[in-house]
Structure formats: structure tokens, C-alpha cells
């Protein structure tokens, strides 16, 4: 009976985990995709002045506890969910997810990051917005590709991890009886 409950807790404790790290796996995703499909193109159209302290701007507000908290949050609770999970038959999703989302951190830090700091230096404008737009927003859709691709397998070990079944009503009309 107890090593029951214990595997109970340990599945309930891997559900919540897995869940959370899929949240924040869509929100790191989110906010890479509306950089690629909004932001960017929207500051394309700006002067080089403009683009440059917008960007600046947007480098400055973003670091910030809640942000950090979903960047960091979907590498550790990601990191956290494939240990749980080893052995089993969603937790190879959640490992590709975890080297995916991995390979996004990674472009984060060795290129966006330092693209981000040299935007931040003085000078001209049009100069630093030559150096910056091309590769930030180049590998800023790797980083968006990725992190969707990090947030699939990790749908897809929440799907293979429980068996859901449609609500009454939310069937299609062909396979209802």
C-alpha cells in the first residue's frame, strides 16, 4: 500500500512537472515566434535612430524576473521532467525536447546575447543596426523554430503520458453511436 501511494505521488509530482514545463516551454516559444512574425518586421520599417533605441529599450525591459523565470524555467523544469521520466516511454520526448530547448539556450547566449550587448554600445546608428539586424533576427528564428519544436515533443509526451478521452458531445459525428 505505501510503495502505491509513493508511485502515485512520484506520477502526480511527473504530470505536474511535465505540465509546467510545457507552459513555460509555450511561452519561451510564444515570445520568440512574435519576435519573428511582429516585432522585428514592425522595427524593419523604422529609421535606423529609432530601431536602435527601440531595441535597446526592449533588450532593457525584458530583463526582468518574469521573463527570467519562464527562460530559465522551461531549461530547469524541462531538465527536471527528463530525469523523471527516464526509462519510460514519454521520456524520450521530453529528452529531445530538453536537447532541442538546449540548443536554443545555447544560440541565446553565444549570439543574441552578443549582439545585444554590442547594440548597446555608443555609435552610429545606422553602423550598429547594420552589425545587429541581420544575424539577431536570423538567429532569432532558429530560436523560434526550436523552441516550437521543444514545445511539440513536449505536448507529445503529455500525450502519450495520459489517455485522453473526448467530453461527451465532442465527438465526430462519424464515430459517435
Known sequence: ??????????THTGNV???AATVAMGLIAGVFYIFACAVMPALARSDDRTYVEVMRDIN??????VFFLSFMGALVLTGVSAWQLRGTACGRWVWAALAAYALVFFVTVAFNIPLNNALAAKGDPAALRKHFEGPWVAW????????TV?????TRALLSRHSFRAPAGCTSPRTAS
Open 60 to 65: 532593457a525591459v525584458i530583463q526582468n524576473p
Open 140 to 147: 532569432n528564428v532558429v530560436r523560434a523554430v526550436g523552441s
Open 17 to 19: 512537472v511535465l505540465g
Open 1 to 10: 500500500m505505501t510503495d502505491t501511494r509513493e508511485s502515485a505521488r512520484q
Open 150 to 154: 521543444a514545445l511539440g515533443f513536449l
